[in-house]
C-alpha cells in the first residue's frame, strides 16, 4: 500500500471503466477485431494490454512480427468500429461519478482525466456526455504523449499542464493495471477501482493507496484526508 497522508490538489481519472460506463465495448472491440486480424492469445495476455493506448495495445496482441501497415489497417478498423458502437449504445457517467466531481471540486480537488484512446474518440466521448463545460481543468490522450500506461507522460503532461511540480499532490484512479502502474511510475498515489477491466487481484498487486468499488467512492478518501 501506498502512503499518501494529504488531500490531493489533483486527481487524474482514467475515462472508459472508470469514470465512464461504456458497457464493455472497447475492450470487445479490441479483441474482436485483433482476433480477426489472426492474433492469437490467452485472456492473461490480453489484460496485460487494457489501459493503454489502442494502437500499442493492437500491436502488442498482433505480435512482434506484425508490419506497421496491418497494425494501422486493424487501428482504423478499430476505431471505425468503435465509433459506430458508441452511436447505437452511447457510454453513461458510471453512478455517482458527476455528484462526486462536484463534491470533489467543492473540496478544492482540481479534476483531469487521461485516456488510452486518441482525441477524435475522447472528444465524441465527452461531448456526449456533456463533459465540456469547464469541469475538467485537463484532458489528456496518449496519442499526445511520448508514451502511454503504464509510463508516467499522461500524468506528468497533465501535471506540467496545471503547474504541479509536487507528485504528492496528485492522485491517479483506473480500473487497469496499467493505470496504477502509471501512477507508481509518476510518484503519485495510485486508486484502483473495480468498474472495468481490472479484477481486485490484479489492481491488488500494484502499488495502491486504495481499491475502491467505484471510482464516486473516491470523494470519502479525500474528505478523510487531512489538508497540506
Not at 496485460?48 to 493506448?53: A, P, Q, V
Not at 502509471?182 to 472495468?196: I, P, S, W
Request: overall charge negative.
Amino acid at each position: 500500500m501506498q502512503q499518501h497522508n494529504t488531500r490531493p490538489a489533483l486527481i487524474a481519472f482514467d475515462i472508459a471503466g472508470t469514470t465512464v460506463d461504456e458497457h464493455g465495448i472497447v475492450y470487445a472491440t479490441l479483441r474482436e477485431v485483433t482476433l480477426a486480424a489472426g492474433a492469437r492469445y490467452d485472456d492473461d495476455t490480453f489484460a496485460r494490454w487494457t489501459g493503454r493506448e489502442k494502437r500499442a495495445a493492437i500491436a502488442g496482441l498482433l505480435g512482434a512480427d506484425t508490419d506497421e501497415a496491418t497494425i494501422d489497417r486493424v487501428h482504423r478498423e478499430f476505431t471505425t468500429e468503435l465509433t459506430r458502437r458508441y452511436a447505437e449504445q452511447p457510454p453513461v457517467p458510471c453512478p455517482g461519478i458527476e455528484a462526486a466531481f462536484d463534491e470533489l471540486r467543492d473540496l478544492g480537488v482540481r479534476l483531469a482525466l487521461t485516456t488510452g484512446f486518441d482525441r477524435p474518440t475522447t472528444d465524441q466521448l465527452l461531448g456526449a456526455l456533456g463533459w465540456t463545460d469547464g469541469r475538467l481543468a485537463a484532458v489528456v490522450c496518449a496519442t499526445e504523449v511520448a508514451q502511454g500506461r503504464p509510463a508516467p507522460d499522461l500524468i506528468q503532461a497533465v501535471m506540467r499542464q496545471l503547474q504541479i511540480t509536487d507528485p504528492d499532490q496528485v492522485w491517479a484512479v483506473g480500473d487497469t493495471a496499467a493505470d496504477l502502474g502509471a501512477a507508481a511510475a509518476a510518484g503519485v498515489a495510485g486508486v484502483g477501482v473495480l468498474t472495468g477491466a481490472g479484477t481486485r487481484e490484479i489492481l491488488t498487486a500494484q502499488p495502491h493507496l486504495a481499491i475502491l468499488d467505484t471510482a464516486a467512492q473516491i470523494t470519502e478518501l479525500v474528505a478523510a484526508a487531512p489538508e497540506s
